[in-house]
C-alpha cells in the first residue's frame, strides 16, 4: 500500500490529489492531509514514513506569505527536518506550491525535495 501526506489548504488541490492519485493506484493507497502547520505535525508523526511528501507553502487560503509566519510549508519543512534528519533525506519530497520564494525556501531546508509547481505537477502524475 502507497501511502502520501499532503500538506494543503485548498479543498480543490486535495480533491485533484485523492483523484489522480486513485487514478493511478486504485484503492491501493492512503492519503494523509493536513491544512495548518499544528495538525500536520500530529499526523506525519503518527504516521511516518511515507512514499510520498507533497508540501505547499502558503496556507490559511493566503498567498505570497512569508516564510517567517508559523503556518507556512517553510516551518513545517524546519519541524520535519529537525525531528527527522537522518531520515527525511530518503523520503520523495514534492514542493508543490505556486509561491518561487516560498517553495525554495523550502528546498533549502529539505535539500532532497523537488520543486514541481500544482500546476505542473498534475500534468505528471
Not at 505535525?41 to 512569508?66: C, M, Q, S, W
Not at 527525511?88 to 525554495?104: L, R
Amino acid at each position: 500500500m502507497k501511502t502520501f501526506f499532503i500538506l494543503e489548504d485548498r479543498e480543490e488541490r486535495i480533491k485533484i490529489f485523492m483523484e489522480l492519485l486513485e487514478r493511478r493506484f486504485g484503492e491501493n493507497y492512503k492519503i494523509y492531509t493536513s491544512d495548518n502547520v499544528e495538525k500536520a505535525k500530529e499526523i506525519f508523526a503518527n504516521n511516518y514514513p511515507f512514499d510520498t511528501i507533497f508540501l505547499d507553502h502558503d496556507l490559511d487560503g493566503r498567498v505570497y506569505v512569508d516564510s517567517k509566519e508559523k503556518n507556512t510549508g517553510y516551518s513545517f519543512a524546519c519541524w520535519m527536518e529537525e525531528n527527522y534528519r537522518k531520515s527525511i533525506n530518503k523520503q520523495q519530497i514534492i514542493i508543490h506550491s505556486m509561491n518561487t520564494v516560498g517553495a525554495d525556501n523550502i528546498r533549502n531546508i529539505l535539500q532532497n525535495a523537488e520543486i514541481i509547481p500544482f500546476n505542473i505537477l498534475v500534468q505528471v502524475l
